[in-house]
């Protein structure tokens, strides 16, 4: 499959400023245990007859797996009321077919030995290429996607929020439970895929298109990738969008939560323009640094210390999301971002549920029912 450098880059030539498209990533359950269920294909037929809805759903790695995609939206208010739409409707459709959603960012007992890859061209060459690392990544996350002009300046926007990787993760982790237990983990998603997958987590710094179109050259050329979404990256140029793609946080038990984060992760990346635009001086970090919050933020999320690697000290992570609102200022203001979080985000909530004395298996319901009443509109808040 050939990949035209030439015309990514035009792609971002064409492409208008801080339009946002949003892709949320669902777990197909079976409602009479929760289990995992490999219902895809017959998911995707129900929806067919709704054209909206059919035209946004999309298969992902193991066949009990949905995504949804808003589409782009010519700014984030547009993104978010699509989307809305097209959750009502895929749980509405979901609920006709007895087949329940789950919105953390792994399943917390069901073993990945008993999943099915999906069956297309992408996903087999994963398979094939992958093997175990692939056949262990039942995860599920938010993918936001925010459109940016010019090529070189999608390179040096993402160049600019790979510190900030680590903080949108210690503020999104959602994914505590794995094989039947409390990993430990806050984002055990990042560990199972962000942390096995070749070519993935915070990438280096480029500083331009030319040195990032030679790396992903060099790629193809060597036959170590056929197409460009084998690059996964927390963070990534979208050469068919023109558009930054963030892909660091974990899937959000709420509808709530997940407009929150996407909201603040546009902010994010308009603000990371307004300062290359406005040349703000900016430091490239070395990798191992980041990585040092990388960790913090999967093992310990909110309830850890997050490094301030300016300065080179500690801060409480539950002071990330001020941090952020603090830089994101001007743009959230200019934007109109309103931007709302709980105090405890998905992680911290299960572990709590867990530690009042709930099993596994009543933790994960009680999530479950909040994921399924705000995403299909039933509250338009979470219970707490």
Known sequence: MELHLDTAQAAFD????????????????DPSDLSLTPRFDELRDAAAADRVLAASI???????EIEIRSGAGADFAAARAAQRELRRRLFAVAAERGIALGATATHPWSDYRDQQIIQTDHYRRVEDGLKYVAWRNNTFSLHVHVGVR?????????????????????ISADSPFLDG????????RTQIFTKSFPRCGVPDTFGSWPAFADYIEMLLTTRSIVEYTQVWWSIRPHLAFGTVEVRICDAQCTAAESDGLAALIVACVAQAARDVDERVPFRDLPGRMIEENMWRALRHGLDGELLDLERREPYPAAGALERLLDWTAPMRSELGLEITLPSLNGAQRQRRMLGSGMSLAETYAAVQAE??????GVLETPRR
């Open 14 to 29: 064409a492409s208008d400023d801080f339009t946002v498209g949003l892709e949320e990533e669902f777990a197909l359950l």
């Open 58 to 64: 999309a298969g992902e790695l193991i066949s009990s």
């Open 150 to 170: 010019d090529a070189d300046r999608a390179v040096l926007i993402c160049d600019r929020l790979r510190p900030v990787l680590p903080v949108l993760l210690a």
């Open 181 to 188: 237990r409390d990993s430990g983990l806050h984002s055990a």
């Open 371 to 376: 994921t399924r009443d705000t995403y299909s």
